[in-house]
């Protein structure tokens, strides 16, 4: 396997893990393992082995399906949405949005350029939530060295505490008052769909104030053109059509995708 396969395939399944993520509880969880170790006296009980699931008819014979295969085919459809709920997407793609709007380039970059950067800049951020989730967890419990339950509990620690260090304690409130399970003593006892709440609702407001900072030296220019335009009489004339170059320019001049790529990076909390 190559250098760059092996990071790829650990991203990959770390983001299926993420994906049911969005379904599972904590609770489910307990009900996959066994609830107590076998102790020395004790053989261990045989796993039960999950049903397999008809799910179509060839030839007069019903072709069934592992439902392992099933909850992994479904947790795979979850994935956009493990995306924008568990990691950093959500604020470096409403920033670049906005930014291409304060620019007034239209669709220039395309939204398929927007995307392929935003994922690169979130697999480098959420790489080492990533790698200590893969570390913690899912290597151990794929070389049988960890129960289910372990696994599954230290595995979602990382992205827990990545979340915890991003969430506004004001949201979190809000939404421990709207489930009725608040307050909590330590951030072990957030439930995780307050906690998925609070995080969106936190990086929803951080991505916009990022981005009224970036919006104002551009409605600056805009403001000058316009003005020089109205003194000029050339009242017919489009400030936006004579803004655009110049913003363009002092975007180049001041290396500004350096800059924002950066400042989002170095935005997020615990990373």
């Known amino acids: 396997m190559t250098g760059w396969t092996t990071p790829l395939l650990r991203l990959l399944m770390l983001a299926m893990l993420a994906a049911t993520l969005m379904l599972a509880s904590p609770e489910a969880a307990a009900q996959a393992a066994p609830a107590t170790a076998p102790t020395a006296q004790q053989a261990p009980a045989p796993m039960p082995s999950l049903p397999d699931v008809t799910v179509g008819n060839v ?23 493990a995306l924008l709920g568990l990691t950093a997407f959500t604020r470096i793609i409403i920033v670049l949005g906005l930014l291409r709007q304060a620019l007034g380039t239209g669709q220039t970059p395309s939204n398929q350029v927007l995307l392929a950067l935003a994922l690169f800049l979130t697999a480098m951020v959420m790489m080492p939530v990533f790698d200590q989730a893969w570390a913690a967890g899912i290597s151990p419990y794929l070389n049988d060295e960890m129960d289910f339950r372990s696994a599954w509990t230290a595995s979602i620690e990382p992205f827990r505490g990545f979340m915890l260090a991003q969430v506004r304690e004001n949201d979190l409130m809000t939404f421990a008052g709207l489930s009725n399970s608040g307050p909590y003593a330590t951030p072990a006892d957030v439930p995780f769909s307050v ?45 936006m059509l004579i803004s655009a170059p110049f913003k363009i320019l002092l975007f180049v001049l001041v290396d500004g995708w350096i800059l924002v790529v950066g400042s989002l990076a170095a935005s997020f909390n615990g990373v």
Request: net charge negative; glycine share 6%; hydrophobic share 60%.
């Open 59 to 81: 030839g007069g014979e019903d072709v069934s399906l592992p439902l392992q295969v099933l909850l992994l085919m479904t947790g795979i459809t979850l994935l956009p949405a």
């Open 195 to 239: 906690l998925a709440a609070s995080f969106l609702t936190s990086e929803l407001k951080t991505a916009f104030e990022i981005a009224f900072l970036i919006y104002i030296p551009f409605v600056i220019i805009d403001l000058v053109v316009a003005s020089v335009l109205m003194s000029m009489g050339m009242m017919m004339l489009s400030p």
